[in-house]
């Protein structure tokens, strides 16, 4: 069985400080890692996701996460956050492997609110 | 372009009717999927498809039916509505392959079971 974990229900951050949003992820085999962002009565918008290569992974609106395999985790980050990045964020994984069905399993989600 | 889209947006029934949530998308994506968004759980798939005709069970399938006649189109009915089915519900689509497997999700229909 696959899961993620999101420790933090709400992050709070300046305006133009780095801001960090934490996951981390159980799987049995290699994980497709992803982020998605939520913004009031919205769907959910992709932002990056992690499948093979370079640890470091850069998306939409300068956020980047960095995949560290020894401590299962894929935090998303921002080196100076806006107001604007105010939302709700989702980590995802899924397990590569054929055959597979494709579902992703998602954390519950961190409330990211940056303060003028 | 649109997208993915789902209707109705917002929708009020009372427990034991029968309720059906539209979900369509442009895009000929091979994969489709139901969700449901509780506060503190995230979102639960209730039910995918690889394909026309083929469906499956996700993690909370139980008293909701899929059908899936057509790519672009993937109903999800509430056969008996209950109070626990209030909730946000999210489609989304996908195809695969090995550098693609995002998913694309549609706005989402808050069903308010009374």
């Known amino acids: 069985a696959q899961s993620v974990a999101q420790p933090e229900d709400q992050v709070n951050v300046a305006e133009g400080n780095p801001l960090t949003v934490k996951c981390t992820y159980s799987v049995s085999g290699n994980p497709y890692l992803f982020w998605y962002v939520q913004y009031p009565n919205r769907g959910l918008q992709f932002l990056l996701k992690?499948?093979?290569?370079?640890?470091l992974v850069k998306g939409s609106y300068g956020f980047e996460a960095e995949f560290n395999k020894s401590q299962t985790s894929f935090h998303l980050k921002k080196p100076s956050a806006l107001v604007s990045d105010s939302a709700l964020y989702f980590c995802?994984?899924?397990?590569?492997?054929?055959?597979?069905?494709?579902?992703?399993?998602f954390g519950s989600g961190t409330q990211l609110t940056v303060l003028p | 372009d649109a997208g993915i889209t789902q209707s109705p947006r917002y929708k009020i029934t009372e427990t034991g009717r029968q309720v059906t949530l539209m979900c369509h998308q442009t895009?000929?994506?091979?994969?489709m999927f139901w969700y449901r968004q509780d506060l503190g759980h995230g979102l639960r798939l209730i039910y995918y498809?690889?394909?026309?005709?083929?469906?499956d069970k996700g993690e909370v399938p139980d008293g909701y039916v899929v059908s899936r006649s057509k790519t672009e189109n993937f109903p999800l009915t509430l056969e008996s509505a209950t109070r626990s089915q209030t909730s946000v519900y999210f489609c989304?689509?996908?195809?695969?392959?090995?550098?693609?497997?995002?998913?694309?999700f549609g706005p989402g229909t808050r069903l308010l079971v009374l």
């Open positions: 498809s690889a394909a026309a005709d083929i469906t």
């Open positions: 989304a689509s996908s195809e695969p392959g090995e550098y693609q497997e995002t998913q694309y």
């Open positions: 992690y499948i093979t290569g370079d640890n």
């Open positions: 995802a994984v899924r397990v590569l492997a054929s055959g597979s069905a494709r579902q992703l399993t």
């Open positions: 895009w000929s994506h091979s994969y």
